[in-house]
């Protein structure tokens, strides 16, 4: 959650319950204060800021130094190291462009980019909080980085998943080779004209595709299909999937056996891709992949909560 001195406010902590009390806070930083650390819980003895659904929360409240909002201006990947002790803050920026100047060995310039350079460049949680035997505390942001979602071929359910996965915050791209479908895609931030198989392989080879990416075949012909799936079968991407029906599916299995692909690694394919929603229009559709990301994004089930038990977050 982020607000400004004109009283602008982005983002949310709790839904609203606790968020009037954070503004107030952020106001007093603003206003020259030092940092502050909040608490809310069920326990408040005033009852106006307590957690009804009995959970804890605890907001470091502090201010952007100038240097570190100028490096954060524009950058399309960023992480923001926040080191408080004893009531002290420093703070240290990284852009993605400049990340991997800091992975040396023998000298390290600033200790602090270091170590926001490579959780940026290794980490794809937003934040993460450490605490040192010192006292120090420790909070890592990171700031614009996106996950790619690659998407072959043109239908009304790519431009559903795009649009409804730019609402996660992905970086949405469509392989599609057919000009004319190719000048329907409106919703992705980039629409490759080459054929998949190649398409997928230069993206892997300038490194786009690591393990956090997403590639989902959305198209229902052999020749654009089989050769995609190989070619994201060579690549790092942690989720594979492929639209269409068990029996489309199972044919597709088929061909890919016959040529030669292992069983364990025909295994990296959700196929059909999506959550068992009843799903049966392009937006429910792209509202049953998205979840089937999110749960694998997480290592989590897709399960009703109902059903499961233990922390609804990691911590």
């Given at each position: 959650?982020?607000t400004?001195?004109?009283?602008?406010?982005?983002?949310?902590?709790?839904?609203?319950?606790?968020?009037?009390?954070?503004?107030?806070?952020?106001?007093?930083?603003l206003?020259?204060?030092?940092?502050?650390?909040?608490?809310f819980?069920?326990?408040?003895?005033?009852?106006?800021?307590?957690?009804?659904?009995?959970?804890?929360?605890?907001?470091?409240?502090?201010?952007?130094?100038?240097?570190?909002?100028?490096?954060?201006?524009?950058?399309?990947?960023?992480?923001?190291?926040?080191?408080?002790?004893?009531?002290?803050?420093?703070?240290?920026?990284?852009?993605?462009?400049?990340?991997?100047?800091y992975d040396c060995?023998?000298?390290i310039?600033?200790p602090?980019?270091?170590?926001?350079?490579?959780?940026?460049?290794?980490?794809?949680?937003?934040?993460?909080?450490?605490?040192?035997?010192?006292?120090?505390?420790?909070?890592?942001?990171?700031?614009?980085?996106?996950?790619?979602?690659?998407?072959?071929?043109?239908?009304?359910?790519?431009?559903?998943?795009?649009?409804?996965?730019?609402?996660l915050?992905?970086?949405?791209?469509?392989?599609?080779?057919?000009?004319r479908?190719?000048?329907?895609?409106?919703?992705?931030?980039?629409?490759?004209?080459?054929?998949?198989?190649?398409?997928?392989?230069?993206?892997?080879?300038?490194?786009?595709?690591?393990?956090?990416?997403?590639?989902v075949?959305?198209?229902?012909?052999?020749?654009?299909?089989?050769?995609?799936?190989?070619?994201?079968?060579?690549?790092?991407?942690?989720?594979?999937?492929?639209?269409?029906?068990?029996?489309?599916?199972?044919?597709?299995?088929?061909?890919?056996?016959?040529?030669?692909?292992?069983?364990?690694?025909?295994?990296?394919i959700?196929?059909?891709?999506?959550?068992?929603?009843?799903?049966?229009?392009?937006?429910?559709?792209?509202?049953?992949?998205?979840a089937?990301?999110?749960?694998?994004?997480?290592?989590?089930?897709?399960?009703?909560?109902?059903?499961?038990?233990?922390?609804l977050?990691?911590?």
């Amino acid at each position: 959650m982020a607000t400004s001195e004109s009283g602008d406010t982005a983002g949310a902590l709790s839904g609203g319950c606790v968020d009037a009390d954070v503004v107030l806070a952020c106001d007093r930083v603003l206003a020259g204060g030092s940092s502050e650390v909040l608490t809310f819980g069920v326990d408040d003895n005033d009852g106006t800021s307590g957690l009804v659904c009995g959970g804890v929360i605890t907001v470091w409240v502090h201010e952007l130094t100038p240097s570190v909002a100028v490096a954060l201006t524009g950058a399309t990947g960023a992480a923001v190291l926040t080191r408080r002790l004893a009531g002290r803050i420093h703070q240290s920026a990284v852009t993605l462009t400049e990340a991997t100047q800091y992975d040396c060995h023998d000298t390290i310039p600033d200790p602090a980019c270091a170590v926001a350079a490579q959780w940026l460049l290794g980490s794809r949680s937003r934040t993460e909080f450490l605490e040192s035997p010192d006292g120090s505390q420790t909070f890592l942001e990171a700031f614009g980085r996106r996950q790619l979602l690659v998407v072959v071929g043109s239908s009304g359910y790519t431009e559903a998943l795009c649009a409804q996965l730019a609402l996660l915050g992905f970086e949405t791209v469509v392989i599609e080779p057919r000009p004319r479908f190719a000048a329907g895609i409106t919703f992705a931030d980039e629409v490759v004209g080459s054929w998949p198989d190649k398409a997928i392989e230069k993206l892997s080879e300038h490194g786009k595709l690591d393990a956090h990416s997403a590639i989902v075949v959305c198209t229902h012909d052999p020749k654009f299909d089989e050769p995609a799936l190989l070619a994201a079968l060579g690549t790092p991407a942690g989720f594979i999937g492929a639209l269409g029906s068990r029996t489309t599916s199972a044919d597709r299995l088929a061909r890919l056996r016959s040529r030669g692909v292992p069983e364990a690694t025909l295994r990296r394919i959700h196929m059909p891709v999506g959550l068992d929603l009843g799903a049966a229009s392009p937006a429910e559709t792209a509202v049953s992949i998205a979840a089937q990301l999110i749960a694998a994004r997480h290592g989590r089930s897709g399960a009703p909560l109902r059903d499961t038990s233990g922390r609804l977050h990691d911590r």
